[in-house]
C-alpha cells in the first residue's frame, strides 16, 4: 500500500521527460542535439551538478509558449498521483526562460494552468515556489521578484538553485529579505555539494523555512543540533544524490542516518526525468522499513506549508 506523501523537492524542468522534449521540439520547431529518446537517455550520465545543469538548461529550449508549461506541468501531477502523492510544492527557474525572451508571466501562466489541471484530475494540492538561479548575480534575481511581484499571491515562497559551489546563501540576502517582508516563504539549497557552512548561511542570513538536500550538514555536529532541535525540514532527494555523484551508492544513503539523528528529513524526486525516477522510485531505491516510510510520510506533510489545520487533517488520514 503507498502511503499518501507531500512531495517538497521538485524543479518542474527537471520533470521534461525525452518523449516531452523531442515532442515540443517538433510542436516550436527548436533544434535539439538529439536524434532519438535514447539518444537522449545515454546522455543522461553525470559526473556532478554542473554536468547536469548545463543538459537541464539546454533542454528547458523547448518550452515556449504557455501551453508547453501547462503541459509539463500536467504530466508531473499525472506522474506524482501515481505515485500516491497529494499534495506538491514545486520550483520553477523563471530566468532559465525570461532569459531567452520567454516572459514572465507566460511561463507563470502556464504553471498555474498545470497544476489547476492536477487538482482538477487528481484532487492534488500545491503550491509553486519562485527559484533564483544563484550562478546569476542578486540584481538579476531582484529583476525577477519585480516581475512576479503581481503574483506574489500566487506564489507560496522563494527559492534558490543552480551551481552552488561558489555562490553561497549570502549573496542573496537582500531578495530573501525583500521575499520575507512580502510574506513569502523561504527555502534555499544548501550542502547539497557545498559545505555546511553554506546551510548555516541559509539559516542565520537568508532565514530559511526548510533547506533543501542538506546532506553535507552531517559533517557538523553542531549543525545537525541545530537543525534537530529546530526541527528544520531537509527535502532530500536519494535518486539525485546518486546521479550527480553526491554519494557513492544507495547502500548507505545519509537519508536513514538523518531519520536515527533525529533530523526531519524528507523523500523527494529532485528532476526525476533526469535521475531515473519519481518519488515512488525514490522510496523505493532505499532499502526503508515501514516505520521509516511512515515517519518520512509525516515528516512531508510537518514540513510542507500547509495551513496549520489542513496539516492536522493530512496527518491524521496518514494515521487512520
Ligand atoms: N536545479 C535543478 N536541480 C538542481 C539541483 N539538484 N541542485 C541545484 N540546482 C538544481
Ligand atoms: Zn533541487
Known sequence: ???????????????????MLFALAQRNKVAIPFASVEDVRAAYRFSNLQDFL????????VLLAEEDFHDLTAAYMDRAAADGVTHVEVFFDP?????????????IKGVLGGLETGKAR???SSGLILCLLRHLDEDAGLKTLK???????RLLGIGL???????????????FALAGEAGLKRVAHAGEEGPPEY???????????????????????????????EQMTLTVCPLSNLSLCVVKSLDNHPLQRMLKLGLRA????????????????????????GDEKKTLARNSFLGSFLPEAEKQKRLAALDA
Open 95 to 107: 530566468q532559465t526562460h525570461t532569459d531567452r525572451g520567454v516572459s514572465f508571466d507566460t511561463v
Open 161 to 175: 538553485d543552480s551551481s552552488e559551489v561558489g555562490h553561497p546563501p549570502s549573496k542573496f540576502a537582500r531578495a
Open 147 to 153: 516581475q512576479a511581484e503581481p503574483w506574489f499571491d
Open 266 to 289: 524528507t523523500i523527494n524526486s529532485d528532476d526525476p526525468a533526469y535521475f531515473g525516477g519519481y518519488v515512488g522510485a525514490n522510496i523505493a531505491a532505499l532499502a526503508l522499513t
Open 54 to 61: 548545463d543538459i537541464y538548461y539546454q533542454g528547458a529550449n
Open 199 to 229: 546551510v548555516w548561511e541559509a539559516l542565520d542570513i537568508l532565514k530559511v523555512d526548510r533547506i533543501d538536500h542538506g546532506n553535507r550538514a552531517l559533517e557538523d555536529p553542531r549543525l545537525v543540533d541545530r537543525l534537530r532541535e
Open 122 to 124: 487528481h484532487g492534488i
Open 1 to 19: 500500500m503507498t502511503l499518501p506523501l507531500a512531495e517538497l523537492h521538485l524543479h518542474l524542468e527537471g520533470s521534461l521527460e525525452p518523449e
